[in-house]
């Protein structure tokens, strides 16, 4: 069975902390996307990845970063945590060709406070 | 910048009803549509899609209408089930750009006995 995990559900962060979010697939996916969820906003994109090394921004990469060392893992970094960045965060995987098919991780839902 | 349109932001539909939620797009260059489920707690996990060269796709009890002149395209679940209970999202994407997806701001479907 397909699967993306979030290693943390539930964070609470102060305001200026930075903040890791990990993310870890098992499906051998080359695209890695980070996505922000918010009531009445839907899915926004912050960053993807295509390939180790590789990233780009997405709709929203403004107070973030992301890192990709190895295939199957995608970091989202906070460097300076803001109260307007809590929110559900969810990433997601996808195999190169198969477009418009993602698997999602159950996210995590960060506080700063 | 809103590319894709949802609405309406919530719906409640009796069981055994007709669940209609609808989606606008703006950028031609879109070619694939998909729509994704997400019940509470879990991140969203794709439902069906289609792509503009047909007008319907069914898939059991959901079905996708698509009107490309219009830019318009619509889940209906017919015959609904209080385990159709959900958040649905509509998705778009273009050639070109793999799995990247824009997503509609949501629609909470409540079904009720």
């Known amino acids: 069975d397909v699967k993306v995990t979030q290693s943390s559900r539930y964070l609470v962060k102060r305001t200026g902390e930075k903040v890791f979010l990990e993310c870890v697939q098992d499906?051998?996916?080359?695209?890695m996307f980070w996505y922000r969820q918010d009531p009445g906003l839907g899915l926004r994109l912050i960053y993807f990845?295509?390939?180790?090394?590789?990233?780009e921004k997405g709709d929203i990469p403004e107070g973030y970063s992301v890192s990709r060392e190895k295939k199957e893992r995608f970091s989202l970094i906070l460097e300076s945590a803001s109260t307007n960045q809590t929110s559900m965060y969810l990433c997601?995987?996808?195999?190169?060709?198969?477009?418009?098919?993602?698997?999602f991780g159950e996210g995590s839902r960060l506080t700063v406070l | 910048q809103q590319q894709v349109k949802q609405s309406p932001q919530s719906l409640i539909v009796q069981k055994g009803g007709i669940s209609i939620i609808n989606c606008a797009y703006e950028?031609?260059?879109?070619?694939?549509f998909p729509w994704y489920q997400q019940f509470p707690g879990k991140g969203p996990a794709l439902l069906i899609a289609?792509?503009?060269?047909?007008s319907e796709k069914k898939e059991g009890r959901f079905t996708i209408s698509f009107n490309k002149s219009a830019k318009q395209f619509s889940l209906h679940i017919m015959d609904s089930q209080p385990g159709d209970s959900a958040t649905y999202f509509c998705?778009?994407?273009?050639?070109?750009?793999?799995?990247?997806?824009?997503f509609g701001t949501g629609t909470r479907l409540q079904v009720t006995l």
């Open positions: 950028n031609t260059a879109f070619d694939y």
């Open positions: 499906m051998d996916h080359e695209n």
């Open positions: 997601a995987s996808s195999l190169r060709g198969v477009p418009g098919e993602l698997f």
């Open positions: 990845s295509y390939d180790v090394k590789m990233k």
């Open positions: 998705a778009a994407s273009r050639a070109g750009t793999a799995s990247k997806l824009t």
């Open positions: 289609i792509r503009p060269d047909v």
